[in-house]
Protein backbone atom coordinates (compact mmCIF):
# COMPACT_ATOMS: atom_id res chain seq x y z
CA UNK A 1 0.00 0.00 0.00
CA UNK A 2 1.35 3.29 -1.13
CA UNK A 3 2.12 5.66 2.05
CA UNK A 4 1.87 9.31 0.25
CA UNK A 5 -2.34 10.12 0.14
CA UNK A 6 -2.02 13.21 -1.80
CA UNK A 7 0.73 12.16 -4.31
CA UNK A 8 -1.96 13.76 -7.32
CA UNK A 9 -1.20 17.17 -5.52
CA UNK A 10 2.34 16.86 -5.20
CA UNK A 11 2.51 16.26 -8.94
CA UNK A 12 0.14 18.97 -9.55
CA UNK A 13 3.18 21.76 -10.03
CA UNK A 14 6.63 22.33 -10.49
CA UNK A 15 9.27 20.51 -11.54
CA UNK A 16 6.84 17.59 -11.96
CA UNK A 17 9.27 14.80 -13.90
CA UNK A 18 11.47 15.08 -11.15
CA UNK A 19 9.06 15.36 -8.28
CA UNK A 20 8.35 11.77 -9.82
CA UNK A 21 11.57 10.50 -9.30
CA UNK A 22 11.82 11.98 -5.77
CA UNK A 23 7.75 10.37 -4.46
CA UNK A 24 8.74 7.19 -6.33
CA UNK A 25 12.14 6.98 -4.01
CA UNK A 26 10.08 8.02 -1.14
CA UNK A 27 7.73 5.19 -1.23
CA UNK A 28 10.08 2.83 -1.53
CA UNK A 29 12.45 3.71 1.01
CA UNK A 30 9.16 3.79 3.51
CA UNK A 31 7.95 0.23 2.47
CA UNK A 32 11.73 -1.30 2.76
CA UNK A 33 11.83 0.28 6.79
CA UNK A 34 7.79 -0.88 7.65
CA UNK A 35 8.14 -2.34 10.71
CA UNK A 36 4.62 -4.32 10.81
CA UNK A 37 6.73 -6.17 7.51
CA UNK A 38 10.08 -6.45 9.66
CA UNK A 39 8.17 -7.45 12.99
CA UNK A 40 6.67 -10.65 10.64
CA UNK A 41 10.02 -10.93 9.71
CA UNK A 42 11.66 -11.27 13.29
CA UNK A 43 8.98 -13.29 15.30
CA UNK A 44 6.65 -15.84 14.36
CA UNK A 45 4.47 -18.38 16.68
CA UNK A 46 5.17 -22.53 15.34
CA UNK A 47 2.95 -24.73 17.72
CA UNK A 48 3.66 -23.58 21.51
CA UNK A 49 7.04 -22.25 20.65
CA UNK A 50 7.11 -18.36 20.20
CA UNK A 51 10.48 -17.34 18.19
CA UNK A 52 11.82 -13.68 18.33
CA UNK A 53 14.74 -13.13 16.56
CA UNK A 54 16.99 -15.99 18.09
CA UNK A 55 15.10 -16.24 21.31
CA UNK A 56 12.32 -18.95 21.86
CA UNK A 57 9.81 -19.80 24.59
CA UNK A 58 8.03 -22.62 25.11
CA UNK A 59 4.62 -20.60 26.02
CA UNK A 60 3.09 -23.56 27.58
CA UNK A 61 5.52 -22.42 30.78
CA UNK A 62 4.55 -18.83 30.53
CA UNK A 63 1.70 -17.85 32.63
CA UNK A 64 0.95 -14.47 30.78
CA UNK A 65 2.65 -12.24 27.75
CA UNK A 66 1.54 -9.03 28.27
CA UNK A 67 2.45 -6.20 25.80
CA UNK A 68 3.02 -2.38 25.99
CA UNK A 69 4.41 0.40 23.89
CA UNK A 70 4.50 3.79 22.91
CA UNK A 71 6.22 5.66 20.07
CA UNK A 72 5.05 7.06 16.54
CA UNK A 73 5.77 3.85 14.56
CA UNK A 74 3.86 1.80 17.59
CA UNK A 75 0.55 1.23 16.10
CA UNK A 76 2.65 -0.90 12.87
CA UNK A 77 4.61 -2.53 16.05
CA UNK A 78 1.78 -3.63 18.26
CA UNK A 79 -0.28 -4.89 15.39
CA UNK A 80 2.30 -6.89 13.94
CA UNK A 81 3.12 -8.59 17.60
CA UNK A 82 -1.13 -9.11 18.25
CA UNK A 83 -1.36 -10.38 14.66
CA UNK A 84 0.97 -12.89 15.55
CA UNK A 85 0.43 -13.63 19.21
CA UNK A 86 -3.66 -13.59 18.36
CA UNK A 87 -5.34 -14.72 22.15
CA UNK A 88 -1.64 -15.85 23.39
CA UNK A 89 -1.38 -12.06 24.27
CA UNK A 90 -2.77 -11.68 27.89
CA UNK A 91 -2.90 -7.84 27.71
CA UNK A 92 -1.68 -5.00 25.63
CA UNK A 93 -1.52 -1.25 26.49
CA UNK A 94 0.08 1.29 24.15
CA UNK A 95 0.42 4.94 23.60
CA UNK A 96 0.44 6.36 20.10
CA UNK A 97 0.15 9.75 18.75
CA UNK A 98 -2.62 9.07 15.32
CA UNK A 99 -5.51 6.68 16.29
CA UNK A 100 -5.52 5.44 12.40
CA UNK A 101 -9.44 4.40 11.29
CA UNK A 102 -7.70 0.53 10.01
CA UNK A 103 -6.11 -0.06 12.85
CA UNK A 104 -6.19 -3.46 15.01
CA UNK A 105 -5.59 -5.36 18.07
CA UNK A 106 -6.17 -7.94 20.26
CA UNK A 107 -6.88 -7.48 24.11
CA UNK A 108 -5.11 -4.30 23.53
CA UNK A 109 -5.99 -0.84 25.44
CA UNK A 110 -5.03 1.88 23.03
CA UNK A 111 -4.41 5.64 24.41
CA UNK A 112 -4.24 8.79 22.25
CA UNK A 113 -1.16 10.32 23.95
CA UNK A 114 -0.12 13.82 22.73
CA UNK A 115 3.25 14.75 20.95
CA UNK A 116 5.08 16.44 20.95
CA UNK A 117 3.79 17.98 24.07
CA UNK A 118 2.55 15.15 26.33
CA UNK A 119 -0.92 15.02 27.41
CA UNK A 120 -3.59 13.31 30.15
CA UNK A 121 -4.07 10.70 28.35
CA UNK A 122 -0.23 9.69 27.86
CA UNK A 123 -0.34 10.00 31.44
CA UNK A 124 -2.78 7.34 32.11
CA UNK A 125 -1.51 5.26 29.62
CA UNK A 126 2.31 5.30 31.36
CA UNK A 127 0.00 4.89 34.73
CA UNK A 128 -1.58 1.71 32.82
CA UNK A 129 1.22 -0.01 32.10
CA UNK A 130 3.30 0.30 35.70
CA UNK A 131 -0.09 -1.25 36.39
CA UNK A 132 0.19 -3.79 34.37
CA UNK A 133 3.78 -4.40 35.25
CA UNK A 134 3.10 -4.56 39.12
CA UNK A 135 0.65 -7.82 38.15
CA UNK A 136 4.12 -9.74 36.73
CA UNK A 137 5.57 -12.59 38.52
CA UNK A 138 8.63 -14.67 37.49
CA UNK A 139 6.28 -17.48 35.27
CA UNK A 140 5.62 -13.96 32.37
CA UNK A 141 6.87 -12.58 29.61
CA UNK A 142 6.87 -8.63 28.94
CA UNK A 143 7.04 -7.79 24.88
CA UNK A 144 7.64 -3.98 24.61
CA UNK A 145 7.25 -2.26 21.18
CA UNK A 146 9.30 1.08 21.43
CA UNK A 147 10.18 3.85 19.07
CA UNK A 148 10.73 7.57 19.05
CA UNK A 149 7.69 10.00 20.56
CA UNK A 150 8.06 7.70 23.27
CA UNK A 151 8.92 10.47 26.25
CA UNK A 152 6.30 12.72 25.46
CA UNK A 153 3.48 9.76 24.67
CA UNK A 154 4.12 8.34 27.93
CA UNK A 155 4.25 10.73 30.28
CA UNK A 156 4.59 10.03 34.02
CA UNK A 157 6.65 12.94 36.51
CA UNK A 158 8.37 12.15 39.26
CA UNK A 159 6.51 12.61 42.20
CA UNK A 160 6.34 16.60 43.11
CA UNK A 161 6.29 17.21 39.77
CA UNK A 162 2.89 17.92 37.66
CA UNK A 163 1.83 17.03 34.19
CA UNK A 164 1.48 20.38 33.72
CA UNK A 165 5.49 21.28 34.44
CA UNK A 166 6.41 18.56 32.58
CA UNK A 167 4.10 19.91 29.20
CA UNK A 168 5.26 23.28 30.20
CA UNK A 169 9.28 22.58 30.26
CA UNK A 170 8.86 20.09 26.84
CA UNK A 171 7.87 22.93 25.25
CA UNK A 172 10.73 25.27 26.45
CA UNK A 173 13.09 22.55 25.53
CA UNK A 174 11.80 22.20 21.91
CA UNK A 175 12.04 25.52 21.76
CA UNK A 176 15.59 26.25 23.25
CA UNK A 177 17.62 24.60 20.43
CA UNK A 178 19.19 22.32 22.17
CA UNK A 179 20.09 18.78 20.22
CA UNK A 180 17.37 15.90 21.31
CA UNK A 181 19.71 14.36 23.01
CA UNK A 182 20.61 16.94 25.74
CA UNK A 183 16.67 17.11 25.56
CA UNK A 184 16.47 13.57 26.54
CA UNK A 185 18.80 14.01 29.42
CA UNK A 186 16.20 15.96 31.22
CA UNK A 187 12.79 14.26 30.21
CA UNK A 188 14.67 10.90 31.05
CA UNK A 189 15.51 11.85 34.93
CA UNK A 190 12.21 13.14 36.06
CA UNK A 191 10.03 10.20 34.51
CA UNK A 192 9.27 7.50 36.21
CA UNK A 193 8.97 5.56 32.59
CA UNK A 194 11.83 7.45 30.92
CA UNK A 195 15.35 6.68 30.85
CA UNK A 196 14.69 2.50 31.66
CA UNK A 197 12.60 3.03 34.30
CA UNK A 198 9.61 0.58 33.10
CA UNK A 199 12.71 -2.42 32.25
CA UNK A 200 13.60 -1.68 35.42
CA UNK A 201 10.07 -2.07 37.11
CA UNK A 202 9.41 -5.79 34.74
CA UNK A 203 13.18 -6.95 35.82
CA UNK A 204 12.07 -6.32 39.58
CA UNK A 205 9.08 -8.40 39.05
CA UNK A 206 11.47 -11.35 38.38
CA UNK A 207 10.07 -11.25 35.34
CA UNK A 208 11.56 -11.87 31.89
CA UNK A 209 11.52 -8.87 29.27
CA UNK A 210 11.70 -8.34 25.31
CA UNK A 211 11.97 -4.79 23.73
CA UNK A 212 11.49 -4.45 20.04
CA UNK A 213 12.76 -1.17 19.08
CA UNK A 214 13.08 1.09 16.60
CA UNK A 215 16.00 3.32 17.01
CA UNK A 216 16.00 7.17 16.51
CA UNK A 217 19.43 8.21 17.59
CA UNK A 218 21.69 10.09 15.75
CA UNK A 219 24.81 8.88 15.14
CA UNK A 220 24.85 5.34 15.39
CA UNK A 221 25.49 3.07 12.77
CA UNK A 222 23.14 1.28 10.15
CA UNK A 223 21.20 -2.08 11.39
CA UNK A 224 23.01 -5.08 10.64
CA UNK A 225 20.82 -7.89 11.65
CA UNK A 226 18.13 -7.20 13.25
CA UNK A 227 17.22 -11.04 14.60
CA UNK A 228 20.04 -10.49 16.72
CA UNK A 229 19.77 -9.23 19.86
CA UNK A 230 21.02 -5.52 20.10
CA UNK A 231 23.01 -3.54 23.15
CA UNK A 232 20.57 -0.56 22.95
CA UNK A 233 20.29 2.25 25.25
CA UNK A 234 17.55 4.99 26.02
CA UNK A 235 13.65 4.77 25.73
CA UNK A 236 11.91 3.49 28.61
CA UNK A 237 12.86 0.19 28.34
CA UNK A 238 17.10 0.30 28.00
CA UNK A 239 20.03 1.52 30.10
CA UNK A 240 19.95 5.43 29.67
CA UNK A 241 23.17 6.91 28.65
CA UNK A 242 22.58 10.16 29.69
CA UNK A 243 23.14 11.26 33.77
CA UNK A 244 22.14 13.88 35.89
CA UNK A 245 24.74 15.85 35.10
CA UNK A 246 23.59 16.03 31.35
CA UNK A 247 20.86 16.97 32.85
CA UNK A 248 22.26 20.12 34.24
CA UNK A 249 24.38 20.74 31.41
CA UNK A 250 21.37 21.40 29.44
CA UNK A 251 19.76 23.53 31.64
CA UNK A 252 23.01 25.97 32.03
CA UNK A 253 23.88 25.71 28.74
CA UNK A 254 20.61 27.02 26.91
CA UNK A 255 20.26 29.32 30.23
CA UNK A 256 16.95 27.44 31.48
CA UNK A 257 16.87 27.84 35.05
CA UNK A 258 15.09 30.69 35.13
CA UNK A 259 12.76 29.71 32.66
CA UNK A 260 11.63 26.05 33.45
CA UNK A 261 9.29 24.92 36.26
CA UNK A 262 10.79 25.66 39.96
CA UNK A 263 9.81 21.89 40.60
CA UNK A 264 11.97 20.48 37.80
CA UNK A 265 14.73 22.89 38.21
CA UNK A 266 15.09 21.53 41.77
CA UNK A 267 14.51 17.83 40.91
CA UNK A 268 17.78 17.68 38.87
CA UNK A 269 19.76 19.84 40.98
CA UNK A 270 18.85 18.41 44.21
CA UNK A 271 22.14 15.81 43.83
CA UNK A 272 20.20 12.97 45.15
CA UNK A 273 21.82 9.84 43.68
CA UNK A 274 18.60 7.70 43.71
CA UNK A 275 17.25 10.12 40.51
CA UNK A 276 19.91 8.73 38.25
CA UNK A 277 18.46 6.45 35.72
CA UNK A 278 19.50 2.94 35.27
CA UNK A 279 22.93 2.01 33.21
CA UNK A 280 22.28 -1.96 33.14
CA UNK A 281 20.36 -4.19 32.82
CA UNK A 282 20.19 -8.40 33.31
CA UNK A 283 20.18 -10.79 31.05
CA UNK A 284 16.57 -11.39 31.18
CA UNK A 285 16.54 -7.77 29.59
CA UNK A 286 17.01 -8.55 25.51
CA UNK A 287 16.75 -5.89 22.70
CA UNK A 288 15.74 -6.26 19.17
CA UNK A 289 16.79 -3.05 17.29
CA UNK A 290 14.53 -3.27 14.00
CA UNK A 291 16.65 -0.22 12.49
CA UNK A 292 18.44 2.64 13.31
CA UNK A 293 18.75 6.07 12.01
CA UNK A 294 20.93 5.35 8.72
CA UNK A 295 18.78 2.58 7.84
CA UNK A 296 16.38 4.71 6.02
CA UNK A 297 19.65 5.67 3.69
CA UNK A 298 20.43 2.18 3.31
CA UNK A 299 16.64 1.66 2.05
CA UNK A 300 17.03 4.32 -0.10
CA UNK A 301 20.32 2.96 -1.64
CA UNK A 302 18.46 0.27 -2.73
CA UNK A 303 15.68 1.96 -4.13
CA UNK A 304 17.82 4.05 -6.28
CA UNK A 305 19.45 1.44 -7.74
CA UNK A 306 15.99 -0.48 -8.69
CA UNK A 307 15.26 3.23 -9.91
CA UNK A 308 18.93 2.69 -12.11
CA UNK A 309 19.90 6.01 -10.91
CA UNK A 310 23.22 6.94 -8.97
CA UNK A 311 22.75 8.31 -5.86
CA UNK A 312 25.00 9.13 -2.69
CA UNK A 313 24.71 9.27 0.80
CA UNK A 314 25.71 12.67 1.89
CA UNK A 315 25.80 11.89 5.60
CA UNK A 316 23.35 9.91 8.23
CA UNK A 317 24.82 12.48 10.70
CA UNK A 318 23.23 15.77 9.88
CA UNK A 319 22.04 18.14 12.55
CA UNK A 320 22.02 22.03 13.11
CA UNK A 321 19.15 24.60 12.11
CA UNK A 322 16.92 23.59 9.60
CA UNK A 323 16.93 26.64 7.20
CA UNK A 324 20.68 26.48 7.29
CA UNK A 325 20.74 22.48 5.92
CA UNK A 326 18.08 23.56 2.91
CA UNK A 327 20.46 26.43 2.40
CA UNK A 328 23.31 24.07 2.24
CA UNK A 329 21.53 21.28 0.16
CA UNK A 330 20.33 23.75 -2.34
CA UNK A 331 24.30 25.18 -2.93
CA UNK A 332 25.17 21.80 -3.48
CA UNK A 333 22.78 20.72 -5.93
CA UNK A 334 23.61 24.12 -8.03
CA UNK A 335 27.30 21.79 -7.71
CA UNK A 336 26.14 18.87 -8.74
CA UNK A 337 24.61 19.84 -12.10
CA UNK A 338 27.26 22.59 -12.69
CA UNK A 339 30.48 20.74 -11.96
CA UNK A 340 29.66 17.74 -11.30
CA UNK A 341 30.71 16.63 -7.83
CA UNK A 342 30.92 14.83 -5.80
CA UNK A 343 28.72 13.10 -7.84
CA UNK A 344 27.52 13.99 -11.44
CA UNK A 345 23.66 14.27 -12.50
CA UNK A 346 21.36 13.26 -12.74
CA UNK A 347 21.42 11.50 -9.34
CA UNK A 348 19.92 11.49 -6.06
CA UNK A 349 21.89 12.42 -2.62
CA UNK A 350 20.13 11.48 0.44
CA UNK A 351 20.68 12.52 4.48
CA UNK A 352 19.63 11.43 7.86
CA UNK A 353 19.65 12.88 11.67
CA UNK A 354 17.93 15.46 12.95
CA UNK A 355 17.82 19.02 12.08
CA UNK A 356 16.06 21.58 14.89
CA UNK A 357 14.47 25.20 14.93
CA UNK A 358 15.23 28.01 17.46
CA UNK A 359 11.65 29.41 17.91
CA UNK A 360 11.53 32.50 19.53
CA UNK A 361 9.18 33.05 22.45
CA UNK A 362 5.43 33.68 21.14
CA UNK A 363 5.91 32.68 18.01
CA UNK A 364 3.41 29.82 16.67
CA UNK A 365 3.75 29.76 12.99
CA UNK A 366 2.41 26.39 11.82
CA UNK A 367 5.00 24.15 10.60
CA UNK A 368 8.23 21.88 11.35
CA UNK A 369 12.27 21.18 10.75
CA UNK A 370 11.36 19.17 8.10
CA UNK A 371 8.76 22.02 6.24
CA UNK A 372 11.52 24.60 7.24
CA UNK A 373 14.35 22.59 5.57
CA UNK A 374 12.12 22.52 2.15
CA UNK A 375 11.44 25.84 2.55
CA UNK A 376 15.37 26.71 2.80
CA UNK A 377 16.06 24.73 -0.18
CA UNK A 378 13.94 26.66 -2.44
CA UNK A 379 15.95 29.48 -2.03
CA UNK A 380 18.68 28.61 -3.29
CA UNK A 381 17.45 25.83 -5.37
CA UNK A 382 15.87 28.37 -7.90
CA UNK A 383 19.76 28.41 -9.61
CA UNK A 384 19.29 24.97 -10.63
CA UNK A 385 17.16 23.31 -13.52
CA UNK A 386 14.97 20.42 -12.34
CA UNK A 387 16.51 20.20 -8.76
CA UNK A 388 13.91 19.53 -6.21
CA UNK A 389 14.28 17.62 -2.57
CA UNK A 390 11.90 16.40 0.10
CA UNK A 391 12.36 16.72 3.04
CA UNK A 392 10.08 14.59 6.07
CA UNK A 393 10.17 13.49 9.49
CA UNK A 394 9.92 9.47 8.69
CA UNK A 395 6.94 8.73 11.04
CA UNK A 396 4.34 11.31 8.73
CA UNK A 397 4.13 14.50 10.79
CA UNK A 398 6.29 16.93 11.06
CA UNK A 399 6.36 19.57 14.05
CA UNK A 400 2.94 21.13 14.52
CA UNK A 401 1.22 19.58 10.90
CA UNK A 402 -0.28 16.70 9.90
CA UNK A 403 2.40 16.10 7.05
CA UNK A 404 5.31 14.33 7.10
CA UNK A 405 7.33 17.07 5.43
CA UNK A 406 7.17 18.76 2.91
CA UNK A 407 9.39 18.84 -1.17
CA UNK A 408 10.51 21.77 -2.92
CA UNK A 409 11.96 22.42 -6.28
CA UNK A 410 13.62 25.01 -8.37
CA UNK A 411 10.26 26.30 -9.21
CA UNK A 412 8.71 26.78 -5.74
CA UNK A 413 10.40 30.34 -5.14
CA UNK A 414 9.10 31.82 -8.02
CA UNK A 415 5.09 29.78 -7.33
CA UNK A 416 4.96 31.83 -3.80
CA UNK A 417 6.22 35.20 -5.08
CA UNK A 418 3.28 34.65 -7.63
CA UNK A 419 0.79 33.68 -5.34
CA UNK A 420 1.66 36.35 -3.05
CA UNK A 421 3.72 34.88 -0.17
CA UNK A 422 6.94 36.39 1.21
CA UNK A 423 9.16 33.44 1.82
CA UNK A 424 11.54 35.62 4.00
CA UNK A 425 8.33 36.44 6.25
CA UNK A 426 7.66 32.72 6.25
CA UNK A 427 10.85 31.67 8.01
CA UNK A 428 11.18 34.23 10.40
CA UNK A 429 7.20 33.66 11.10
CA UNK A 430 8.09 29.64 11.71
CA UNK A 431 5.15 29.81 9.12
CA UNK A 432 6.71 27.47 6.52
CA UNK A 433 3.95 24.75 7.33
CA UNK A 434 1.01 26.98 5.98
CA UNK A 435 2.29 28.33 2.91
CA UNK A 436 4.13 25.10 1.72
CA UNK A 437 0.47 23.47 2.24
CA UNK A 438 -1.54 26.20 0.53
CA UNK A 439 0.73 25.05 -2.74
CA UNK A 440 0.35 21.96 -2.30
CA UNK A 441 3.84 20.74 -1.33
CA UNK A 442 3.32 19.03 1.98
CA UNK A 443 3.49 15.46 1.84
CA UNK A 444 0.58 13.62 3.82
CA UNK A 445 1.25 9.82 5.20
CA UNK A 446 -0.32 9.48 8.25
CA UNK A 447 1.30 6.83 10.21
CA UNK A 448 4.42 5.61 7.91
CA UNK A 449 5.42 2.61 10.15
CA UNK A 450 8.61 3.87 11.16
CA UNK A 451 10.25 6.84 13.29
CA UNK A 452 13.75 7.05 11.86
CA UNK A 453 14.31 10.85 12.80
CA UNK A 454 14.52 12.91 9.53
CA UNK A 455 15.01 11.86 5.63
CA UNK A 456 16.15 13.92 3.31
CA UNK A 457 16.25 13.43 -0.47
CA UNK A 458 17.31 15.64 -3.75
CA UNK A 459 17.02 14.39 -6.81
CA UNK A 460 19.46 16.96 -9.61
CA UNK A 461 18.69 16.11 -13.47
CA UNK A 462 20.89 17.16 -15.58
CA UNK A 463 20.40 20.47 -16.90
CA UNK A 464 18.24 20.96 -19.41
CA UNK A 465 16.83 17.13 -18.41
CA UNK A 466 13.49 18.53 -17.35
Known amino acids: MKKIKNNDALLSHGDIESRKKITELLEGMWDKVDSYKLIHKLMHVEGNLLHIGSKTYDMDQLAHIYMFGAGKACNAMAMAVCDILGEKLTEGIISVKIVEPGDHYINTKVYNGGHPLPNEEGMKAAEAILNMIDKGTAQDLFISVISGGSSALLTCPKPGISLEDEIAAQDMLLRSGAKMEEINAVRRHISRTNGGRLAEAVLEKGAEIVNIIVGDGVGVLPTTDFTVPYAFTGTPVAPDRTTLEDAKACIVNYELKEKLPKSIVDFIFSDDDRNETPKSFSE ?124 TD ?27 EKLNNSILTGNTGTNLCDFNVMYVPKKGEN
Open 284 to 407: KATHFCLNNVPDSCEAAIRTAEEMGIPSMVFSTFIEGESREAGYFFGSLAREIQANHRPIAAPCFVFCSGETTTKVADGCHGKGGPSHELAMGFAMTAKATDGAVMASVDTEGTDGTTCYAGAV
Open 410 to 436: SKTFSELETAGINIFEALKEHDCGTVL
